[in-house]
């Protein structure tokens, strides 16, 4: 049996607070990394780190809004402060516009483009020095399967999620030869706070996805644990450049 081990390195986890965040900081801290979680909302931050500690790890949350200039540089000096080192990223904090294109504002652009692309490029340009001494830096980002196909009520989440995936690939060509690794997760229906409110807001949601599911569920954050551990263990230092669909099987059927 393969036995992941993280222990000894140190992973800061956007998004970390709640939803695919907390599962993935989740299965990180199982295989033994140190966890810095990142989030804007204090009381979800505290909880979750509090989740966390039972994990054999330390954990560390920082309270911030990653979106605000020169966030990304000081974050990642408060985790290496801290730990010493930086060795695995990921950038799993998103926002969406739930509206038709015609109906999106410019500020709607900004907002989930910001978050979920803008963010990314300013933290992993602070992280790569530090993951690069790692000599096994890890970066995964999320992307979503709206990275591979459409939704009228998507349009400008689509777009980061696309894009982030693209970004992904050039990383991954640029920094291999620096050890880095470079891969995004795309989840499918999962079962999040996020989610729920679609299910009360789009009527048949369910419905819908139970029956185009092929395993038959709603997936949940804690699916999300052993690929993101694995993509950020020695097991996985060939796999770069990949965009790995977490969605049930929804996917291939489209």
């Not at 991954?172 to 690794?181: C, E, P, R």
């Amino acid at each position: 049996m393969l036995n992941i081990d993280l222990s000894g390195r140190v992973a800061l986890v956007t998004g970390g607070n709640s939803g695919i965040g907390l599962g993935i900081a989740r299965g990180l801290g199982k295989a033994g990394a140190s966890l810095v979680v990142l989030g804007r909302n204090q009381a979800k931050l505290d909880v979750a780190c509090s989740e966390l500690a039972s994990l054999p790890c330390q954990v560390h949350g920082i309270a911030v809004d990653i979106c605000g200039d020169g966030m990304a540089d000081d974050v990642v000096q408060k985790v290496v402060d801290r730990f010493g080192r930086l060795d695995i990223l990921v950038h799993c904090a998103g926002v969406t516009a739930r509206k038709r294109p015609e109906d999106l504002t410019d500020s709607d652009w900004r907002l989930v483009n910001g978050t979920n692309l803008d963010a990314a490029f300013k933290l992993i340009r602070a992280a790569y020095p530090h993951l690069k001494k790692s000599g096994a830096g890890r970066i995964i980002n999320i992307g979503s399967m709206l990275s591979l196909f459409g939704s009228p009520w998507g349009a400008a989440y689509a777009a980061s999620k696309g894009a982030i995936v693209q970004y992904s690939r050039s990383l991954a060509t640029a920094w291999a030869k620096d050890g880095i690794t470079v891969n995004c997760l795309l989840p499918g229906w999962i079962n999040t706070d996020l989610t729920a409110s679609a299910r009360t807001e789009v009527p048949g949601l369910n419905e819908k996805v139970l029956a185009g599911t092929p395993v038959g569920r709603w997936g949940a954050t804690k699916d999300l644990e052993g690929i993101a551990a694995f993509l950020s263990s020695d097991a996985a230092s060939f796999i770069t450049g990949t965009a790995i669909p977490v969605d049930g099987g929804y996917s291939v059927q489209v």
